[in-house]
Structures are given as structure tokens and as C-alpha cells.
């Protein structure tokens, strides 16, 4: 076991792959000699090679495009949009192509590459580098969409999405990137994509969450508990596909759900994580399911993200309200 | 035989397009000599007209109401003859939409081209066909496909392999298109990009989508040889593309030929080409058709007389027909087909949603 935070989990599950596999190759803008803006690819291209690791063209869909070109030779690409921001540019390529292109042939060409994106908020930077895009890519058919919130999960989660016979959108939650630092073996480990896991069991309330919120939630439920209550917490893990059974399991025991999402409210992952409570626990719910998002605004530059961000003390107050409903 | 010094002749800062035939299929240099066989060459004409058979009948059966919306090849078929001649079985072939006889060589059948248009995924299985990449509907955006296609087949060591791309004039204006050539250059790729130059977007006007004097003159800017080609001279597109091949596959990188043409036809069965241009522009293209100037070739080099061209569509009609008969024939849409090929396995929330519709089907059967 090793100390690691994020970064470092995320750059050793790229290192186990680009050792054991030569069809993976790691590309994008800067993640080369720099090693990534963040320096999550950082001394790869040393250890592995300019052609296995290396700075490509400034071009988000040309890097998205040729990954694809790539990935149906046989190749595994692993590819970086250095920012939520500036993963637009590649909608066209990710939405019309990567995600359809095992469909449109029949099976006869996949598409095995992973999309990586730091995302969201919270980092004092320009605009286009705080957003949390993720559902316009769970709302695509076609792709895995995935955000681990620690680096256990961050590591494991990343060797079986890089193992995955079909596209993977693994987002990184940026804020958190250093911030969090967990023992992570060394050695080889996958972690099923999928599937949602309980943080913390509790009785009177299901907080569901994911990414950089994960940690917003655990403050919470900290001030939560010295107010008595007792609250369940859910990583949710995959956006898609959401696993219902963890959820509905969870929220069918304790009545009452909140889903806390950074993304904007209107037709967000929270809204889909609700549909899926009223599908499967209404005859138990106390409460009416609850979401907690950011705002239908444009997240604004970093004097006014104090607003926009969610704080551990709005969740705990959702949590009071709920609970005394 | 092109070299670097014709090459700079035909810079495409010239403005003048490469040709080997006039108009009445005539060598434009009396020495010149064709590097196909009289064999070859005979059998590109059966091909061309085996082509152009294909699409007439494809319009008609679109007309019967028997397939839908279908992109007519007509006046095009001299640069998909050639580059079916010389596209080989390892290389890749990426399509834009309008290469009917590009993917026939390649291995596509007609049966599968007609379930496409029919309206079914199954006519882009390609059983055959190896490395033909399926249409690609959003303009352009196969382009960034196929330079990703020339690193993999860089970093994989293959010999003796390259990339066919194909766009349109109109394409030119996307980004996708700039992009791509900016990543074969970069990454040095064996890719031939091929500009079906047939002087309309649907309905605009090349003089409306770029100002610049042709579309080869755009691969200078990335440092990729670039050619014109008179499109419909079939012996000068395939002497280009073999040239491009050549130095693709020799490590030299990508390629680009911008193929002047004329779609004879419309752009789909749904559109109306007499609201955009005119009879005279129709007229001017017509005497510059592909098939008209390979036959002029073949008769008077008396490779041989071809008398017998009324009897070859005859032939050509019946099988087409059965190809069209066995894609009618094709078993019906099934719910499995919409979720079977979402994923390799197929995830638990595409289940439920299939058995939900599925339970609702048996309820109402």
C-alpha cells in the first residue's frame, strides 16, 4: 500500500496499462513533456515513449476523432480533454461517432478507448474550466460515463475502464484532485463500472453523490450528526449506466432521498436519480425527493462561485428540512 | 508517370488540373502510355458501367417506393473505378457517402448497399468488405477517422498499407476536415484525402463555400502534397492515386487529390437540381462525362469495339435485381437489433428497458 491522492492513482493506473498492454496509448494537449496541466500524466512519456505518450495537435475533435480511428484498428486509445470546457469541440465526434460506431457497424468495429476529463467547479479558474458536463454524456446512448471520488476508486475504476470494450467517459473531479489522499495498493486492481457504493450507512435519509460533492456531503453529515439525524450516503460512481438497485435499496429503508449534483438542475443526472426513486420506492418515501444542484445559470468566474458552489451547511440544512418534513 | 517535377507543374497555385485524356477520351501527349493492361482498362469500363447500372437501378427502386432516400453516383464513377484499382485488400477505405464503386471493390455488396438505403444497420455489417468504414452522414467528420487510422497503421509497423478518405467540396468548410489534415501531417500518416469536387453542396455553389482558387491549394498549408485532377479523366485519377499510394506506403505521409467532377445527378432522390443550376452547366459537364471519354479511349486505341455494352447491362440488371430481391428478403427489424449492438454486454438498464417493451408486445399480441 502506498499513500496517493487522485493524480498520483490515476497517473499509476495509466502506468500499469501502458506496461501491460501495448495497444494503449495516452494523448492530448500538453500531456507529454509537461505531463498534463495537472500532471496526471506526468513522466509517462519518459518511462513509455513519444509514440505511446505524447502532445497531439491543439484540436479536441481531431483528438477525439482520430482516438476513434485508432481504437477500431485494435488500438486502446486513453485520451485528455485538458478541460470540462473544452470537451465541446469533440460533442460531434463523441456523440455522432465514438458512441455509435459498435451499433452502426453491427458489432463488426468497437470502440475501446477512454475519454478523460478533469471537470467542475470550485478551482478559482477562467471560464470553461469549471464546468460539470456529464449529462450531456450520460444522455448519449452508447457511452459508460463514470466519475470516481477517491483514489482507490479512481485507480481501479480506470485500469476496468481502459479494459472496457466500449468507449468510457471517466471524468476527474478536479477540485479534489490533491485533496484527498487514501492508502491504494500497488499492485493491479479493477473495480467494476456500474455500480454505486454506500459510504455510510444510516437510516433516516439516502444522500446520493458524486465527484468533489462526495466530500461537501461527508462535511454534512458530520453537522447532520450533531443534529441527530442519522444519514446514508451513495457514491453513485456511474452515471451511466445508474445502478438502481443500490439506490432504490437504500431509499426504500430510509423513505427519504436527496441527490446533491455541482451540475446544473434542469434535466440533470439529479432528475434522472429521482425518476429512478419514484420508479422503485414510492410506496416508501416520506419526503419528496429532493435535489440540491447548481443553478440553471452559467457557473460564474471565482468572486462569484462562492454562490454557486453547494456548501456542506446547505446540504446539512436540506438534510434538517427533509427529515422534519 | 507523375513525379515531383509534374508535381510542381500542377502546383495547385497553377490552377490547372491534371489530365491525360480530352474530352473524347483522346491522350492529351501522343506518347503517353496508360500503366494499366488493355485487360485492365477494359475492365474498368465493365466496372463503370456496372456502376452506373447499379445507381440507375438504385433510383428507380427509390422511385417505386421500394428503398428511401438514396445519394446518386452518376458522373462521379471515374474516381471510384480508379481508386477501387487501387485501393488494396489491407488498406482502409473511409467513406463519405457518394463512392458506390470504391466500396464495391473493397468487398461492399450491392445487397448490403441496398439494406442501407432500405433503412437498416445490417447493410454496414460489410461481411466481406475488410477496412471499409461505414457511411459517414455528419459532413466531414470521418476525416479526424482515418488520420487516427494512418498512426495506428504507423505504430503497428503494417507495410505496404494505407488510408482512402473521402470528402466532398462542401466538406472543405468544416473543421474536422482542417483538423485531420493538420493531425496526417503532423503525424506523417499514410492517408490519401480525396475531395469529390462536384462543384455543389447540395444546392450551393463552390463559389459560395470558400473563396480560395481551388480546394487542393488548402493541403499546401499543412505541408501535404496536393494534387487537381480532372475527376472524370479515369486514367488521370488513377495515376494520381497510384503516385499518392506510392508515397504513402514509402513512409512520405499524406496525400491530397482534389478530384474536379460534376454530379450529374441530384444530390439526393429528395432534391431538385433544377432550382440551383442550369441547363447550359449540365450540359458543359455532360460532354465531359467519365464512361463517355474511357469508351472514347478503349475505341479508338481498338482495345476493342464494345458492341457489346447493351447485352453487359442486360446481364448486369439481373444481378443487380437479385441483389436487390435478396435485401428485400432480409429478416424483419427485431427489438434485439435495436439494443443487441448498444455495448458487448449489454448493461442491466438497457435489459430492463428491453423487457419492459418486450412485456408490453406480448401483452398486445
Same mark, same amino acid.
Request: net charge negative.
Given at each position: 500500500m502506498k499513500v496517493m491522492n487522485l493524480v498520483q492513482a490515476i497517473n499509476d493506473a495509466l502506468d500499469i496499462k501502458l506496461k501491460e498492454d501495448k495497444s494503449v496509448v495516452v494523448y492530448g494537449e500538453d500531456v507529454g513533456v509537461e505531463g498534463g496541466v495537472f500532471r496526471v500524466t506526468e513522466g509517462l512519456q519518459v518511462k513509455h515513449g513519444v509514440e505511446r505518450v505524447f502532445d497531439s495537435p491543439l484540436a479536441e475533435s481531431g483528438i477525439a476523432g482520430t482516438a476513434l480511428g485508432m481504437a477500431i484498428s485494435g488500438m486502446k486509445p486513453v485520451i485528455e480533454m485538458q478541460f470540462?470546457?473544452?470537451?465541446?469541440?469533440?460533442?460531434?465526434?463523441?456523440?455522432?461517432?465514438?458512441?455509435?460506431?459498435?451499433?452502426?457497424?453491427?458489432?463488426?468495429?468497437?470502440?475501446?478507448?477512454?475519454?478523460?476529463?478533469?471537470?467542475?467547479?470550485?478551482?478559482?479558474?477562467?471560464?470553461?474550466? &469549471?464546468? &460539470?458536463?456529464?449529462?450531456?454524456?450520460?444522455?448519449?446512448?452508447?457511452?459508460?460515463?463514470?466519475?470516481? &471520488?477517491?483514489?482507490?476508486? /479512481?485507480?481501479?475504476?480506470?485500469? /476496468?475502464?481502459?479494459e472496457d470494450p466500449d468507449p468510457v467517459i471517466f471524468m476527474e473531479p478536479k477540485r479534489i484532485y490533491r485533496a484527498i489522499k487514501q492508502e491504494v495498493p500497488e499492485e493491479r486492481y479493477s473495480i467494476p463500472l456500474g455500480k454505486a457504493k454506500v459510504l455510510q450507512p444510516g437510516e433516516q435519509i439516502t444522500i446520493i453523490a458524486y465527484g468533489a460533492m462526495i466530500r461537501e456531503a461527508q462535511k454534512a453529515i458530520v453537522i447532520a450528526k450533531q443534529q441527530g439525524f442519522s444519514v446514508e450516503l451513495i457514491d453513485l460512481r456511474s452515471i451511466w449506466p445508474i445502478d438502481r438497485e443500490t439506490i432504490s435499496q437504500s431509499v426504500r429503508k430510509t423513505g427519504r432521498v436527496l441527490v446533491v449534483t455541482e451540475a446544473p438542475q434542469s434535466y440533470g443526472p439529479a432528475a434522472e436519480l429521482i425518476s429512478i426513486v419514484n420508479e422503485e /420506492?414510492?410506496?416508501?418515501?416520506? /419526503?419528496?425527493?429532493?435535489?440540491?444542484?447548481?443553478?440553471?445559470?452559467?457557473?460564474?468566474?471565482?468572486?462569484?462561485?462562492?454562490?454557486?458552489?453547494i456548501s456542506p451547511e446547505r446540504i446539512a440544512s436540506e438534510i434538517e428540512r427533509l427529515i422534519k418534513y | 508517370m507523375l513525379d515531383q517535377k509534374t508535381l510542381d507543374k500542377y502546383d495547385p497555385i497553377h490552377n490547372k488540373a491534371y489530365q491525360l485524356i480530352d474530352d473524347e477520351g483522346r491522350p492529351l501527349d501522343k506518347t503517353w502510355k496508360p500503366r494499366l493492361s488493355n485487360e485492365e482498362i477494359l475492365q474498368a469500363y465493365k466496372d463503370l458501367v456496372f456502376e452506373r447500372t447499379a445507381d440507375f437501378m438504385a433510383v428507380s427502386y427509390q422511385r417505386q417506393g421500394r428503398m428511401y432516400t438514396y445519394p446518386p453516383n452518376l458522373g462521379q464513377e471515374a474516381i471510384h473505378i480508379a481508386a477501387g484499382l487501387v485501393t488494396q485488400e489491407q488498406d482502409w477505405l473511409v467513406p463519405a457517402f457518394r463512392e458506390l464503386g470504391a466500396w464495391l471493390a473493397k468487398g461492399v455488396s450491392l445487397k448490403e448497399?441496398?439494406?442501407?438505403?432500405?433503412?437498416? !444497420?445490417?447493410?454496414?455489417?460489410? !461481411?466481406?468488405?475488410?477496412?471499409?468504414? *461505414?457511411?459517414?452522414?455528419?459532413?466531414?467528420?470521418?476525416? *479526424?477517422?482515418?488520420?487516427?487510422?494512418?498512426?495506428?497503421?504507423?505504430?503497428?509497423? @503494417?507495410?505496404?498499407?494505407?488510408?482512402?478518405?473521402y470528402v466532398g467540396d462542401g466538406g472543405t468548410s468544416e473543421g474536422d476536415f482542417h483538423e485531420a489534415l493538420n493531425f496526417a501531417a503532423v503525424w506523417n500518416a499514410p492517408v490519401i484525402f480525396i475531395i469529390q469536387n462536384n462543384q455543389f453542396a447540395i444546392s450551393v455553389p463552390l463559389k459560395m463555400q470558400t473563396k480560395s482558387i481551388n480546394l487542393a491549394i488548402k493541403g499546401l498549408a499543412y505541408n501535404i502534397p496536393s494534387l487537381m485532377v480532372d475527376g472524370n479523366d479515369f486514367f488521370a485519377m488513377h495515376e494520381a492515386l497510384s503516385y499518392a499510394r506510392e508515397q504513402a506506403v514509402a513512409g512520405k505521409g499524406p496525400f491530397l487529390i482534389e478530384a474536379r467532377t460534376f454530379r450529374a445527378g441530384a444530390h439526393t432522390t429528395s432534391d431538385d437540381p433544377s432550382k440551383y443550376r442550369t441547363k447550359e452547366e449540365e450540359e458543359h459537364w455532360a460532354a465531359k462525362d *467519365?464512361?463517355?471519354?474511357?469508351?472514347?479511349?478503349?475505341?479508338?486505341?481498338?482495345?476493342?469495339?464494345?458492341?457489346?455494352? @447493351? !447485352?453487359?447491362?442486360?446481364?448486369?440488371?439481373?444481378?443487380?435485381?437479385?441483389? %436487390?430481391?435478396?435485401? !428485400?428478403?432480409? *429478416?424483419?427489424?427485431?427489438?434485439?437489433?435495436? %439494443?443487441?449492438?448498444?455495448?458487448? @454486454?449489454?448493461?442491466?438498464?438497457?435489459k430492463r428497458q428491453k423487457n419492459a417493451y418486450e412485456n408490453y408486445l406480448r401483452g398486445v399480441k
Open positions: 470540462d470546457g473544452f470537451s465541446y469541440p469533440a460533442f460531434n465526434q463523441i456523440l455522432s461517432h465514438i458512441s455509435r460506431f459498435r451499433n452502426r457497424t453491427r458489432g463488426k468495429y468497437s470502440v475501446p478507448m477512454v475519454i478523460r476529463i478533469p471537470y467542475g467547479g470550485g478551482i478559482n479558474a477562467l471560464e470553461h474550466h &469549471s464546468e &460539470s458536463p456529464e449529462a450531456y454524456f450520460g444522455h448519449t446512448p452508447g457511452l459508460k460515463v463514470v466519475i470516481p &471520488s477517491t483514489p482507490y476508486d /479512481a485507480k481501479g475504476m480506470l485500469i /476496468a475502464a481502459i /420506492a414510492f410506496l416508501s418515501l416520506e /419526503a419528496p425527493p429532493t435535489r440540491l444542484t447548481g443553478f440553471d445559470t452559467v457557473i460564474p468566474l471565482p468572486m462569484g462561485e462562492k454562490h454557486y458552489m | 448497399l441496398f439494406l442501407y438505403f432500405k433503412g437498416s !444497420e445490417d447493410g454496414s455489417r460489410f !461481411e466481406k468488405a475488410n477496412r471499409v468504414l *461505414p457511411i459517414s452522414v455528419p459532413i466531414s467528420s470521418q476525416l *479526424p477517422h482515418a488520420a487516427g487510422l494512418g498512426y495506428a497503421i504507423n505504430y503497428n509497423k @503494417e507495410k505496404d498499407t494505407a488510408v482512402f478518405a *467519365p464512361l463517355k471519354r474511357l469508351k472514347g479511349y478503349i475505341l479508338h486505341s481498338k482495345i476493342a469495339d464494345l458492341k457489346d455494352e @447493351e !447485352e453487359l447491362i442486360k446481364e448486369f440488371k439481373k444481378h443487380i435485381d437479385s441483389e %436487390f430481391e435478396a435485401a !428485400e428478403k432480409h *429478416p424483419e427489424y427485431k427489438v434485439e437489433d435495436m %439494443f443487441g449492438y448498444m455495448f458487448a @454486454e449489454l448493461p442491466d438498464e438497457l
